[in-house]
Structures are given as C-alpha cells and as structure tokens.
C-alpha cells in the first residue's frame, strides 16, 4: 500500500511540474502600446470611457499587429486605502474582451505604483521610490497581482500575458532580481502556465539585461527591454529630459551633431551632446546595443521582446522613418517582438480627437515586416 501511495504522489508531483514546464501559446511579433489611458492619465468619468473603443481594436486588427501592450496604474484600480476602483477594472475587461474579439493579444502591465515610479530619479522625487527597500510594499506589489490574477485568470493564457512591474529602477541589480524572484513564486503558485514579462533593472535597459536573473526552467517567460537611443534623435524637443532642450540640427544615420551646433549649444547641454558629436549611429550600433539581450534570450531559449520604442511627435519625419526603418530591420533579423510607444499620444500614429492618422507613413513603415506568422 505504501508503495502504492509513493508511486501516486510521484505521479502528481511528474504532472504538476510537467504542467508547469509546458509552454503555452503566446506568441507575439507586432504591437503597439495603448498608452496615457489607463496609465499616465487624468481622463476619469466619460472622457476615458470614450478613449478607446472597439473600433481602435478593429483598426489595430486591419492594420496587422497582433497584439497590444495595455500599461495600468495603480492610482487608477486602487484608491489609497486599496480599495477597488470599479471603472477601470471593467474598461480593462472591456480591452481584453476586445482583443479576443479582433484576435489581438495582450500583455496587462503594471506601469506606475505608488511605491515605484521610473522617472522619481529625473523628477527629483527618488525618495518616494520605497519599492526595494520596504518589505510592505513589495508584498503590496503581490497583493495587487494577486486581485489582478483573479480577475483576470479566466482569460486564456494563450492570449494575456503579465508583465509585473515596468522600467524597475533599483540602485542595485540584485535588489530588482529579488523582487523577481518573489513576485514570480507567487504568481506561479496561482498561475503556472501564464506567460509573464520580465524586463531588466535601470529603465528596462539592453544595457542590464545581462545582470537579470531569470527564473530557471520556466519556458513561460518572455524578456523585455526598453529602447529609444539616440535619446538627442528620439526626444529631440521632449520638455521632460535635458536632451530635449537641445534645439540645433540632428542628423541620422552618422554622427548626430555636428561640431558647428554643438559650439553653438548653451555651455550646461554640451556635457549630454559631446558624445553625439563622436559616436556613429546607424543599424550597426542598434544590432551592437541588441547584442547583449539577444544572447540572454537564446541562453534562456525565451522570446525576446522590446516594450518600448519610438519618436516623439515633433521630430523631423525623415529622420524618424530612417531610425524606424533601421529598428524594424534589427527586430526582423533577430526574431524580436515589439510594441511601439505609442498608438496615439504624443509618440503615436493615431489622432483620436480627429478620428484619423496623424502619421500614415509610419503606419506603413511598421506594417511592412514581417508578421506573426513570418516568426521562425
């Protein structure tokens, strides 16, 4: 009887870890993010209601992507005594359902919490960044994926995926691998076969890809980072970075800045632009910058994904196609899924307000590679 016995709990024990290393179906080339809606927003009430509707889904669908990246706030689901914001829960369920109904999938990330915001640093406000330092709030991280999980358990894990925190900014690599670690126990005892997004510390950067840790023998994992380098071409005039105050001529591919413009600059930006006065960009630097994630990914054999990538609005055209056209030839070359930033805010190719394109060249551009089906 107790061989009997051992020889059924070995067979559970064989199932639940077979289970576990089974890899699911979610497979991704071609998004873009639905940003500065339920994430980095104001709108409440009718006007984000409003935001995004089904007939953005079924463009997203006609145009040929594939799937969307939907960043969340927790100031949006959760007041600050942790109770649950009813509207947006259902405008998330509502996103979801509309992606299976125009056969997008998703990945629901967790963008900005009250414990970790990525731009605290340049905002001079890093000292409400309490994340890797408070056992409570990490456990409050938990917590909210645990009601996020019951909630959105019931969606195909063929079709959502979890990316549990974004741009992690921690002084330390190890601190972000902790918190992985933990975050990822605990959502694996409730969800064992969910395709989760981890992406690396300091901004979700290619450059710290190699100092993650990825939890070992889980094929349901998709790696992440972040790229908008050459930061003086991809936010030329954003007011938020000190790069964006630059206002002489940017040129790509080559060298970024002449050393006319760069004379000509104010004395406090010439330490951000002397190395784009040296440093040839063009599509052999962006396959250099990819180097390091695309051998973590193969070490890990994990899908390979950039999260983030794209020009500000205000940008020359020109410049923004030729960088565009050089990212989408390295994504291709490598097998790399990606989502814009963004559908249509100040990064975007759609005009909400207008009901139109605000650039259909980039559109064009972005659907011309290769699709889903073309992944190897």
Same mark, same amino acid.
């Given at each position: 009887?107790?061989?009997?016995?051992?020889?059924?709990?070995?067979? !559970? +024990?064989?199932?639940?870890?077979?289970?576990?290393?089974? #890899?699911?179906?979610?497979?991704?080339?071609?998004?873009?993010?639905? %940003?500065?809606?339920? &994430?980095? %927003?104001?709108?409440?009430?009718?006007?984000?209601?409003?935001?995004?509707?089904?007939?953005?889904?079924?463009?997203?669908?006609?145009?040929?992507?594939?799937? !969307?990246?939907?960043?969340?706030?927790?100031?949006? =689901?959760?007041? #600050?005594?942790?109770?649950?914001?009813?509207? *947006? /829960?259902?405008?998330?369920?509502?996103?979801?359902?509309?992606?299976?109904?125009?056969?997008?999938?998703?990945? @629901?990330?967790?963008?900005?919490?009250?414990?970790?915001?990525?731009?605290?640093?340049?905002?001079?406000?890093?000292?409400?960044?309490?994340?890797? $330092?408070?056992?409570?709030?990490?456990?409050?991280?938990?917590?909210?994926?645990?009601?996020? &999980?019951? @909630?959105?358990?019931?969606? &195909?894990?063929?079709?959502? +995926?979890?990316? =549990?925190?974004?741009?992690?900014? *921690?002084?330390?690599?190890?601190?972000?691998?902790?918190? !992985?670690?933990?975050?990822?126990?605990?959502?694996?005892?409730?969800?064992?076969?969910?395709?989760?997004?981890?992406? %690396?510390?300091?901004?979700? &950067?290619? #450059?710290?890809?190699?100092?993650?840790?990825?939890? #070992?023998?889980?094929?349901?994992?998709?790696?992440?980072?972040?790229?908008?380098?050459?930061?003086?071409? $991809?936010?030329?005039?954003?007011?938020? $970075?000190?790069?964006?105050?630059? $206002?002489?001529? @940017?040129?790509?591919?080559?060298?970024?800045?002449?050393?006319?413009?760069?004379?000509?600059?104010?004395? %406090?930006?010439?330490?951000?632009?002397?190395?784009?006065?040296?440093?040839? /960009?063009?599509?052999?630097?962006?396959?250099?910058?990819?180097?390091?994630?695309?051998?973590?990914a193969k070490k890990y054999n994990l899908q390979l994904f950039c999260g983030e990538w794209g020009v500000y609005e205000p940008v020359d055209r020109e410049l923004a196609y030729k960088w565009y056209k050089d990212m989408l030839t390295v994504f291709d070359e490598f097998d790399i899924a990606w989502?814009?930033?963004?559908?249509?805010?100040?990064?975007?190719?759609?005009?909400?307000?207008?009901?139109?394109?605000?650039?259909?060249?980039? @559109?064009?551009?972005?659907?011309?590679?290769?699709?889903?089906?073309?992944?190897?």
């Amino acid at each position: 009887m107790k061989k009997y016995l051992s020889l059924c709990l070995a067979l !559970v +024990a064989a199932l639940l870890f077979s289970s576990c290393e089974k #890899e699911t179906d979610f497979r991704i080339k071609r998004g873009t993010n639905l %940003s500065h809606w339920l &994430s980095q %927003s104001e709108e409440r009430g009718e006007a984000r209601r409003l935001h995004i509707q089904e007939d953005d889904f079924e463009r997203l669908e006609q145009l040929g992507f594939d799937f !969307v990246r939907i960043p969340i706030d927790e100031e949006q =689901f959760w007041d #600050e005594d942790g109770n649950k914001l009813p509207e *947006a /829960w259902d405008l998330l369920k509502f996103a979801l359902d509309m992606c299976g109904k125009h056969h997008l999938r998703a990945i @629901v990330d967790l963008h900005i919490i009250r414990s970790h915001y990525f731009n605290a640093v340049n905002e001079g406000k890093a000292d409400a960044n309490t994340l890797f $330092t408070s056992e409570e709030a990490q456990q409050q991280l938990i917590n909210m994926w645990y009601q996020l &999980s019951d @909630v959105l358990k019931g969606y &195909s894990n063929d079709s959502v +995926a979890y990316e =549990f925190m974004n741009e992690p900014v *921690a002084d330390d690599h190890e601190q972000w691998n902790k918190l !992985v670690a933990k975050v990822h126990k605990a959502l694996r005892e409730r969800e064992p076969k969910r395709t989760l997004v981890i992406g %690396s510390n300091m901004w979700q &950067s290619y #450059e710290t890809i190699q100092y993650l840790k990825v939890p #070992e023998g889980d094929k349901n994992i998709v790696l992440s980072f972040h790229y908008y380098n050459p930061m003086v071409l $991809t936010h030329y005039g954003a007011w938020w $970075t000190p790069l964006g105050k630059y $206002t002489g001529k @940017v040129n790509y591919p080559g060298v970024l800045i002449s050393k006319e413009d760069y004379e000509a600059a104010p004395d %406090s930006l010439k330490p951000a632009l002397e190395p784009f006065t040296t440093q040839e /960009w063009n599509i052999d630097k962006i396959r250099q910058d990819f180097k390091d994630a695309i051998e973590v990914a193969k070490k890990y054999n994990l899908q390979l994904f950039c999260g983030e990538w794209g020009v500000y609005e205000p940008v020359d055209r020109e410049l923004a196609y030729k960088w565009y056209k050089d990212m989408l030839t390295v994504f291709d070359e490598f097998d790399i899924a990606w989502t814009t930033w963004c559908y249509d805010a100040d990064f975007g190719f759609w005009d909400q307000q207008k009901n139109d394109y605000k650039d259909k060249p980039l @559109v064009d551009i972005l659907t011309s590679g290769k699709k889903l089906e073309d992944k190897k």
